[in-house]
Every structure is written in C-alpha cells, then in structure tokens.
Nanobody, 121 residues
Framework: QVQLVESGGGLVQPGGSLRLSCVVSGRIFSINDMNWYRQAPGKERELVATITRGGTTNYADSVKGRFTISRDNALKTADLQMNSLKPEDTAVYFC???????????????WGKGTLVTVSS
C-alpha cells in the first residue's frame, strides 16, 4: 500500500519558521499532485499549497508570500517551508498526494496522519 509520513511540526514563536516534510512510500508508479492541508481546532480542513509533478505551485491567499512548497520526485518527498508564522497558522498539517500505483490504474489520493504546528509566544 501507499503511506505518507509527515515530520517537522512543533512549537514556534510568532514570526518564526518551520519546515515540514512529507515522504511517500510503498507501491508507487507515479506521484501526481502533492498538497499540504491544515486543520485548526474547530475548523474545517483547508488546502494550503499544491505542487504538480512538473513543479507548478498554488497557494491559499492566507499563506502567499510566507509559505513555499517544493518536491523532489526522485526522493518522493514534498516540503513546506513556512516563514513569518502567525498564531492563526496553528493547526495540524496534513500531506496529501495523488498516487498512481500502476500504469493501469488512475491516481488515488492518500493522506498522512498529520503533524501539529503551534505558533505561540
């Protein structure tokens, strides 16, 4: 099967930085879009950033200019560099990827279990 594992969360002061990483493993033919979502307490999960296999990126308005998504297709990883963090960025961050397990199957979205980011003084 396919597994996504996030790392890099933690406690950071407002204005600080964190870098999240996501590693995809298992039966993989191709990884298409890779995404980072977040879910704050009491709120719905929201899309934060997307990167296509070719490297095209897209961001939520709330993080534009502060967050940068990147990926390494060979290593099957996607990172989220988060700068100028704000208390409202506090959330569990989830990695999501569209993975094709075989040439004969369409891609399926898989989720990691999430990593907690807390921005507080």
């Amino acid at each position: 099967q396919v597994q996504l594992v996030e790392s890099g969360g933690g406690l950071v002061q407002p204005g600080g930085s964190l870098r999240l990483s996501c590693v995809v493993s298992g039966r993989i033919f191709s990884i298409n879009d890779m995404n980072w979502y977040r879910q704050a307490p009491g709120k719905e999960r929201e899309l934060v950033a997307t990167i296509t296999r070719g490297g095209t990126t897209n961001y939520a308005d709330s993080v534009k200019g502060r967050f940068t998504i990147s990926r390494d297709n060979a290593l099957k990883t996607a990172d989220l560099q988060m700068n100028s963090l704000k208390p409202e960025d506090t959330a569990v961050y989830f990695c999501n990827a569209n993975v094709q397990i075989s040439l004969h199957y369409a891609g399926t979205f898989y989720w990691g279990k999430g990593t907690l980011v807390t921005v507080s003084s």
